[in-house]
């Protein structure tokens, strides 16, 4: 049998029930509020995001303006053109690397600056390559500074002049340091020998910049990109070999790796002799230098 509440006890219960109304409107008042705001780590990613963007660095154009390589001087010549895209390449890392640091010349100071006296050196040895045997061509130190494309567009130095293209990964891993400049490492671009791992052996392939005839200008930029390229190959069935050791048969080796780099040197070094010709006679006998060997 229900009891009627006293009326004290009508007004009690009122006051609680708006009260929890009232809270709860806040609550959700709260919550509205809350999802239309956005979160300080939002708009921290967003900030690296637009950090993450410094620009690219532009370099002038090496290659396209040098005379005729004579083939005494295309090796050294090739490794100087593929260092100067090293550098290109290291001082793009450094300026990502460093975002944010220093002040309004920081740019300027700490990477713009080194590279240009690091391209004065690299440009002043293609020179002097090239003047051992040839007319020691001049001007060329207007080409060593650079400068930083704000914007973040494309770098044309990474174009046909200085082995941007696929090629340019094997000349950035050999060609990665001022020490290697100076030719007593990996001497010749078109590739004699790679580095094995201890016990696996090295892949000697025959050196095609050497056997070159003299460079036509014209053909350089093609012609470097395939020396570089070159190597790459080899540098690539090095890895192959030291990766499947222990695979396959007595023949592995010359089936899945020999075999495969002596038709893509086949025709990397056509691609060489075909950009000679253009404006030059075409070197042959090229062909027999494909052939590379495992040497323990």
């Known amino acids: 049998m229900s009891r009627a509440l006293p009326k004290y006890n009508k007004r009690r219960v009122a006051i609680i029930g708006g009260a929890a109304a009232v809270a709860l409107s806040g609550a959700v008042i709260a919550g509205t509020a809350l999802a239309g705001t956005p979160s300080k780590s939002s ?7 637009l950090a993450a963007s410094p620009g690219t660095i532009t370099c002038p154009d090496v290659a396209s303006k040098l005379p005729a390589i004579p ?9 100087n053109l593929t260092l100067l895209q090293t550098q290109i390449d290291e001082a793009n890392k450094r300026l990502v690397d460093t975002v944010g640091q220093g002040g ?4 300027n100071n ?23 045997t040839a007319a020691k061509p001049t001007g060329l ?13 494309g770098n044309p130095n990474t174009g046909k002049a200085n082995a941007g293209n696929n090629a340019n990964a094997g000349g950035k891993a050999n060609n990665g340091g001022n020490a290697n400049a100076g030719g007593t490492a990996n001497t010749n671009a078109g590739g004699q020998a ?11 392939c025959p050196d095609v ?7 036509p ?21 090095n890895k192959r070999l030291v990766d499947t050791v222990g695979q396959g048969g007595p023949n592995f080796v010359n089936n899945a790796i020999l075999g495969p780099l002596a038709d893509k040197r086949k025709s990397t070094i056509d691609r060489i002799a075909i950009a000679i010709g253009r404006t030059s006679t075409k070197p042959t006998g090229l062909d027999s230098l494909a052939a590379c060997t495992l040497t323990k």
């Open 43 to 49: 708009s921290g990613n967003n900030a690296r995001t």
């Open 104 to 107: 309004p010349n920081f740019v």
């Open 141 to 153: 130190d207007s080409l060593a500074p650079c400068a930083l494309n704000a914007a973040g567009g």
């Open 71 to 79: 083939a005494s001087a295309q090796a050294e010549v090739t490794r």
């Open 217 to 237: 200008a014209s053909a350089q930029a093609e012609v470097t990109r395939n020396l570089t390229l070159l190597q790459t190959q080899i540098d690539e069935a």
């Open 110 to 132: 700490a990477i713009l600056g080194p590279l240009k006296d690091k391209r004065v050196a690299t440009i002043n040895r293609i020179a002097t390559a090239i003047g051992r």
């Open 194 to 204: 790679g580095t094995g791992a201890a016990g696996v052996g090295t892949i000697t």
């Open 209 to 215: 910049a050497s056997k070159l005839p003299a460079i």
